[in-house]
């Protein structure tokens, strides 16, 4: 399955990474150029500011996870364009013309982090001091004060720094589930919309390092 053979409109995650520095975004696919390998896919927007991919020396990354498979292209080509629809002033030019086979979602292992981080929440960017608890390849624990209330279904950023690949991870997900951990604080699940092979990757390397009794 190429890139360029998917539908217009499904979605899909663009990972960059440079240096030590890690970032996922999700986008969806606006247009197709199959002979060519292109993709054309909306402009990505965090924290409100547009996200552009002009910088030289990073490695770009696109999975798209479809039902209970995984697609995954490598060393993609990643730029801005300016778009020719009214829509979108400006949008991401993606080209692959890399043929890959699917490959099943794994059971994803649970590890311990236990790193400073930062969550960001709500219209207003409220941000928060939280310690990322544990991580897998599609969601995190966070820890903070009680006195921080964060909905159910919330959409929020959390920021971290990996301390054994020293990887910076700003990870868009979502508020899932919310339990008491002492008398002062809670542990938010976050889950993220899709499969981050980074953050498996992270998982794989500390079971490695620490495996189980």
């Known amino acids: 399955m190429r890139l360029a053979d998917f539908d217009e409109g499904t979605e899909m995650t663009i990972c960059s990474?440079?240096?030590?520095?890690?970032?996922?975004?999700?986008?969806?696919?606006?247009?197709?150029?199959?002979?060519?390998?292109?993709?054309?896919?909306?402009?990505?927007?965090?924290?409100?500011?547009?996200?552009?991919y002009m910088e030289p020396g990073t490695e770009?990354?696109?999975?798209?996870?479809?039902?209970?498979?995984?697609?995954?292209?490598?060393?993609?080509?990643?730029?801005?364009?300016?778009?020719?629809t009214q829509e979108y002033k400006f949008a991401i030019c993606v080209r692959s013309?890399?043929?890959?086979?699917?490959?099943?979602?794994?059971?994803?292992?649970?590890?311990?982090?236990?790193?400073?981080?930062?969550?960001?929440?709500g219209i207003n960017k409220k941000t928060a001091e939280v310690m990322i608890k544990d991580i897998s390849a599609n969601g995190l624990g966070v820890?903070?004060?009680?006195?921080?209330?964060?909905?159910?279904?919330?959409?929020?950023?959390?920021?971290?720094?990996?301390?054994?690949t020293s990887e910076k991870f700003e990870i868009e997900c979502e508020i899932v589930r919310c339990v008491?951990?002492?008398?002062?604080?809670?542990?938010?699940g976050c889950q993220l919309p899709k499969v981050s092979e980074s953050m498996q990757k992270i998982v794989a390397l500390k079971q490695r390092l620490h495996p189980p009794i």
């Open 143 to 164: 820890i903070c004060t009680k006195k921080l209330k964060f909905p159910i279904g919330m959409q929020v950023v959390v920021t971290f720094v990996d301390e054994l």
């Open 97 to 121: 013309m890399a043929d890959v086979e699917a490959v099943n979602r794994r059971n994803f292992f649970r590890v311990f982090l236990g790193v400073d981080g930062t969550l960001e929440a």
């Open 60 to 84: 770009h990354m696109v999975t798209v996870n479809a039902g209970s498979k995984v697609y995954v292209y490598r060393d993609v080509k990643v730029v801005d364009i300016k778009s020719l």
């Open 180 to 188: 008491q951990n002492d008398p002062f604080s809670v542990i938010y």
């Open 17 to 52: 990474q440079k240096e030590h520095s890690h970032y996922e975004y999700d986008t969806k696919i606006i247009r197709t150029k199959r002979s060519e390998g292109i993709i054309i896919a909306e402009i990505v927007v965090s924290k409100g500011k547009e996200v552009h």
